[in-house]
């Protein structure tokens, strides 16, 4: 699971890239030669919804989603094992969520024939689709976490289930970020 949320941080970066270069290019093209590519801020919106999408994935392979861990280190194994087990899970249905109300988007745009309201007129089933696709990449991701902590859970092995997923205390965050920059 690095792997991918290392491709996708990778592919999200990229896309701001591209983003940057297209907005810099539109604001010379304004400024010097009074013309404009026109878009600008609805290839923006696209980047930033399909973006949010796949940092959900990032952040939850990573870790890195919000937890309030001042008494969780404090628990025994046992009940740091149920809490991550209980977040994990609420991962899974968050996923399940998204994916529904997901649906109903995808469904409307296509039962409508719904394009963008700017000059491009894209059609929107185009961006929804990859939007759509990063929801549901997320939902596979925890699913499969969700699987495994139920399983590490109810075998009675809370000592690996809190390892692989008690949220990184301050001291791990800055043992990666000194491994990454030794690595740089």
């Known amino acids: 699971m690095d792997r991918l949320a290392t491709w996708i941080s990778r592919i999200f970066g990229w896309a701001l890239l591209f983003l940057s270069a297209f907005i810099a290019l539109e604001t010379v093209l304004r400024k010097l030669f009074n013309t404009s590519l026109q878009g600008a801020d609805e290839l923006g919106g696209y980047v930033l919804a399909i973006g949010a999408s796949l940092a959900f994935i990032v952040a939850m392979i990573d870790r890195a989603h919000i937890r309030i861990d001042v008494l969780h280190a404090r628990f025994p194994v046992w009940l740091q094992a149920l809490i991550d087990w209980l977040s994990?899970?609420?991962?899974?249905?968050?996923?399940?969520?998204?994916?529904?109300?997901?649906?109903?988007?995808?469904?409307?745009?296509?039962?409508?024939?719904?394009?963008?309201?700017?000059?491009?007129?894209?059609?929107?089933?185009?961006?929804?689709?990859?939007?759509?696709?990063?929801?549901?990449?997320?939902?596979?991701?925890?699913?499969?976490?969700?699987?495994?902590?139920?399983?590490?859970?109810?075998?009675?092995?809370?000592?690996?289930?809190?390892?692989?997923?008690?949220?990184?205390?301050?001291?791990?965050?800055?043992?990666?970020?000194?491994?990454?920059?030794?690595?740089?």
């Open 88 to 184: 994990v899970i609420s991962l899974g249905v968050l996923g399940l969520f998204f994916l529904y109300v997901g649906w109903f988007v995808i469904s409307d745009t296509m039962e409508y024939g719904s394009t963008a309201a700017t000059p491009w007129r894209t059609p929107l089933i185009w961006p929804q689709s990859a939007w759509y696709a990063g929801l549901a990449i997320f939902a596979l991701c925890s699913f499969i976490m969700a699987a495994r902590a139920t399983r590490l859970f109810f075998s009675g092995r809370y000592a690996q289930l809190a390892e692989e997923f008690n949220p990184e205390s301050a001291e791990d965050e800055l043992a990666d970020e000194l491994e990454q920059l030794q690595e740089r």
